[in-house]
């Protein structure tokens, strides 16, 4: 009986041979690369992928999609029947590239977890919602521009590569989805993630108000160079880690 695509892990399997052909020439594998692939699904991408590949990690959380796979009786495959929002990337040896194409309900969530993990990680391949694309993407003045472009930035390079059409899936989705890439940065901007979560996460609590009514528990002008009077969306990348480190003096 074939799987039925089920609502609550989001499921949309990705059925276009051009597509998946178009991700892998962006992923570029290499026979050593040590890969983690998030969300196989039926399979369309790894298998593809194993033709590049000396072994493959995969996390699948659904039981049924696991035992597919399993039936594949592939040598090459390691499965990991398992949340990626709760697993532990450490128990991967060395530094890892990791590629998906991530549920719409969890891809930020997702994201934050495996910042934990940069250390290790070498680069990200993503198929995402492409409005989640264009927040992580976004310039400072944009609308779209928020807390996920600054975190995202801070630690990776990053790059809208290609729009996936809807009709690549079945079933198919209500809204376009694009391919990400996320190269970690040599020299991240910052060593700590968690003062600037902090930071960012207070500046962009309340969008349309100005950064100096926003931080007023926290920060105020005197204590820092960045002009308060403006909004959160108008601050650079640099700006950001400014306003951190004021706000870590305070703190």
């Known amino acids: 009986m074939p799987h039925q695509p089920r609502k609550r892990f989001g499921q949309n399997f990705l059925v276009d041979e051009k597509i998946i ?12 690369d040590n890969i983690i692939e998030i969300g ?15 072994s493959l990690n995969i996390i699948e959380i659904d039981r049924d999609l696991v035992a597919l796979l399993k039936s594949k009786k592939e040598e090459k495959l ?15 040896d060395n530094k890892f590239r990791v590629i998906g194409n991530l ?3 969890i891809s930020t969530p997702l994201l934050f977890h495996l910042l934990d993990y940069r250390d290790k990680i070498i680069d990200m391949t993503f198929m995402l919602q492409k409005e989640v694309v264009d927040r992580i993407v976004a310039s400072p003045g944009n609308k779209t521009y928020g807390r996920l472009s600054v975190l995202m930035q801070a630690f990776f390079e990053v790059e809208s590569m290609f ?3 809807k009709e690549s899936f079945d079933p198919q989705p209500k809204i376009e989805s694009a391919i990400l890439y996320l190269k970690t940065r040599e020299k991240p901007m910052v060593i700590d993630s968690r003062p600037l979560e902090e930071i960012v996460k207070i500046a962009f609590s309340q969008r349309r108000k100005t950064l100096k009514n926003c931080l007023k528990s926290v920060l105020n002008q005197s204590q820092t160079s960045i002009d308060l009077s403006q909004r959160a969306e108008m601050l650079s990348l640099e700006s950001f880690i400014t306003l951190m ?7």
């Open 21 to 32: 052909n178009q991700i892998i020439l962006t992923i570029s594998p290499k026979h050593n």
């Open 40 to 54: 196989p699904g039926k399979g369309a991408l790894t298998f593809p992928m194993l033709e590049h590949l000396n």
């Open 163 to 165: 729009v996936v059409p």
């Open 78 to 92: 390691v499965i990991y029947e398992a949340d990626a929002l709760n697993f532990d990337f450490a128990v991967i």
């Open 103 to 105: 549920p719409y309900n």
């Open 245 to 251: 480190n004021d706000y870590e003096k305070q703190n």
